[in-house]
Structure formats: structure tokens, C-alpha cells
């Protein structure tokens, strides 16, 4: 019972947003501005809303596996975090604002944080780089509390632990950095456990928050060639990099199949 109520929330939740199908998955047409202006409806009215910040490589991961499909399915909401993603959506006739990356949700939540007096809690990557990140957060934002600082390094049998500290917390928001196979997934699971407005996989976002990594410089951006920049400082993600070319000339391929629902 506790199942279809929630996906019947999920159903009617997503029917607000303008959406475009990406074989099946319902990614947001909104900009970044109605986006956090969505955000923080939820975060005002206390409404668990799971955010996927998408991009084609999470895209393929669904089509090869159905369970990962179905879970990114029941998010509340799925932002075009990948300039592969914008582009698809536009190539089909149905484009997307803009990109809507997720490192930029965060910082714009964290600073629009400071004024509402939000609460935000940490979770992921290494502790020495979480911690890293936390401070330097404190550091910009100041008045958005930190409440809950913990790394991403726990297995299942931890997960009652980790759940149980963060509704302790109670954060406005939550954001989790964790493996790809995991992070969204470990989410979806305890989303409604964790009671927390606003959750969003955050990927890489610690390590440049915390200066082990760069961002890609504004020309970089500008061009759409972020994932390049992240390349050149992280070699050992070429294989991954590989499923970009694939995702293209998927949807070339399948134009008239790409905004069809998928099972």
C-alpha cells in the first residue's frame, strides 16, 4: 500500500513539471531559476523530493538495466545535468531550457540557505575530502548550517546507522556522493526513511568543492565539452567516456523512438 501511495505521489508530482521523455525517463524542460524555485517549495512545505541530476551515461545504465530505470523513474525530479542530454531532447523536437547542473543547484541552495536558515547534511567520498568540503561551504555559506558532516564508506549493514543520524539531524537538505551504482539507488531506498525535503546525488561535486578537483573552465563550458575537462584530469574514466559516442548515435539512429515510453 505504502508503494503505490508513493508512486501515485511521484506520478503527480512529475504531471507538474514540463517534461520531455528520454526513453522513458522524464527529464525536466525547466531552467535553473524554476528549478530552485521548485526546490524550495518542497523544502518549505517539508515534501521528500529525490533529484536525479541526469546525463546520457546514466541514461544507458537504465536502457541495459531495467531495475536501475525503474528506480531513476520514482525521483521526483530529473534535471538535464549532461550537455549530451540537452542536445538529445533538442534533436527530438522537444528541448529543455538549459542545462541544469547539479553543481550548480548545490551552490545555489546552499546560498539562497543562508537567507531561509536552512539546514544541509553531508554525505559521501572520503572523509578527508568530506570534511575538506564542509568547512570550505562554512567557509562561502555561513549561515546555511551544516548539521551533519559523514563519508560514503558503509556497506548495507551500516545503512540503519547512517539513516537513523541523518533524521537525527533533520536537514532541509541532503547530499550524497557516493559510487554511480550506487548513489542514486541507495537513495531511492531510503528516501522516505530519511524524511528529508530536498535529497540529491551530488557525484563528483565534494572533490572540487574540496580542491582536489577543478571545475572546467567557462570556455569549456561554454563549448559543452565539460566531460572532456574532467578526462584530462581523471584518465581512468575513458570507459566510461566511451558511452557518449554510443548515446549520440543511439538517438540519430532512433529519432522516432527516442521520446517513446519505454517498459
Known amino acids: 500500500m505504502t508503494t503505490m501511495t508513493n508512486n501515485r505521489a511521484t506520478t503527480n508530482a512529475l504531471k507538474q513539471i514540463p517534461t520531455v521523455s528520454i526513453y522513458g525517463l522524464p527529464f525536466s524542460k525547466m531552467g535553473m531559476d524554476e528549478t530552485i524555485a521548485k526546490l524550495t517549495e518542497a523544502i518549505e512545505n517539508r515534501e521528500v523530493t529525490h533529484v536525479i541530476t541526469a546525463n546520457p551515461i546514466m541514461v544507458m545504465s537504465a536502457l541495459e538495466d531495467p531495475a536501475y530505470h525503474s528506480m531513476m523513474r520514482t525521483a521526483e525530479l530529473i534535471v538535464p545535468d549532461g550537455t549530451g542530454v540537452v542536445w538529445a531532447a533538442g534533436y527530438v523536437g522537444e528541448p529543455v531550457t538549459e542545462r541544469v547542473p547539479g553543481f550548480d543547484i548545490l551552490h545555489r541552495l546552499m546560498a539562497l540557505g543562508e537567507s531561509k536558515g536552512w539546514s544541509v547534511y553531508l554525505l559521501g567520498t572520503d572523509q578527508q575530502t568530506i570534511d575538506q568540503a564542509a568547512a570550505n561551504l562554512k567557509q562561502k555559506y555561513p549561515l546555511t548550517r551544516i548539521v551533519g558532516v559523514r563519508n560514503g564508506y558503509f556497506g548495507p549493514e551500516q545503512d540503519a546507522e547512517v539513516v537513523a543520524a541523518i533524521r537525527e539531524a533533520r536537514p532541509d537538505i541532503l547530499f550524497v556522493a557516493r559510487s554511480a551504482s550506487t548513489q542514486e539507488p541507495w537513495i531511492s531506498r531510503y528516501k522516505n526513511e530519511l524524511n528529508v525535503p530536498v535529497i540529491m546525488g551530488v557525484g563528483g561535486s565534494f572533490d572540487i568543492i574540496a580542491g582536489k578537483l577543478k571545475r572546467a573552465p567557462k570556455v569549456f563550458q561554454k563549448l559543452r565539452i565539460e566531460w572532456l575537462y574532467r578526462l584530462l584530469q581523471e584518465p581512468y574514466r575513458y570507459k566510461r567516456m566511451?558511452?557518449?559516442?554510443?548515446?549520440?548515435?543511439?538517438?540519430?539512429?532512433?529519432?522516432?523512438?527516442?521520446?517513446?515510453?519505454?517498459?
Request: hydrophobic share 45%; proline share 9%; glycine share 0%.
Open 242 to 263: 566511451l558511452v557518449l559516442p554510443k548515446f549520440v548515435i543511439k538517438v540519430v539512429r532512433e529519432k522516432e523512438k527516442v521520446t517513446k515510453a519505454r517498459p
